[in-house]
């Protein structure tokens, strides 16, 4: 009789065992479907890549920094050249701005970009002056070359040496001594001159490789979603040929910020295919 006692206690006891198993992990299923598990897994953008408080030295003429799910970009550029020339009523330079200021807007992650689901805004500030006068002591401005004749417009930067401490100075490798490293030129035209929307995709475009990106266009790349090649006037990539910006292209820029590295499409002569792009 004792010895069956024992095993009966020992019974009892395992199967409150059990009673006890079965709780905790109902408990655990609960907080599987709880809300604050679900936030836990979609990180905000400052969570990702910090504060870039890190990388910022001061006098540079991007500066970004991240605040929750808020990327802020400050722009410093000095407007040169025929500035205020004008399309339908507004002027080069504040159709050059509207342009850099098409990076801004709300953006949405993908399984390529950031997180699936993720959401994000991105600001941008742009501090003009013009012909240099009334520049900030100590503080970089990259030029800004509103030219009247028709051209391939391009940025003052030998593709794939980009440097984002260089922008607005004399130094690195550049292709116009005349003009500051990472300066646009930006012609009034390719083949005949632009209307006011294509002015400021252009000089969107221009803005793009002074974040440190390459060209997408005439790469031989096939349009994915996360990379969509676009044609003349359609909503393909802005670093295509007058697209939008795309979460991949904010990709890249912070890639470009934190490493101080030329972002690609491709590898191909000194560029290096960015680290951002995963669909192909
Ligand atoms: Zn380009």
Redesign the pocket.
Known sequence: MKHTGKRLRALALAAAMVLLMTGIAAGRIQGTLAAPAAAQSTPTLQQMYGTLGQYTKGPEAIKARISGNTLTIDVYVNFTGSYNAKIDGQTYAALAKKGIRLWAGSYTGSRWDFRPGMGFSVRVNVMDIYNGAGRLPGQNYFDFVCRTDLGRS??NYSTGFYNRELLGTGQGAIVNRGYTNGAVVMYNGLSKRYTANQYAKVSA??F??VLGLG?L?KRGIASTPECPQGKFYAEGDI?ATQGRVTPNNIEMFLEAYRTGWYQAYLNSGYEVKSKAIKSY
Do not use: T
């Open positions: 391009y940025v475009h221009e793009g490789h060209d266009y670093m």
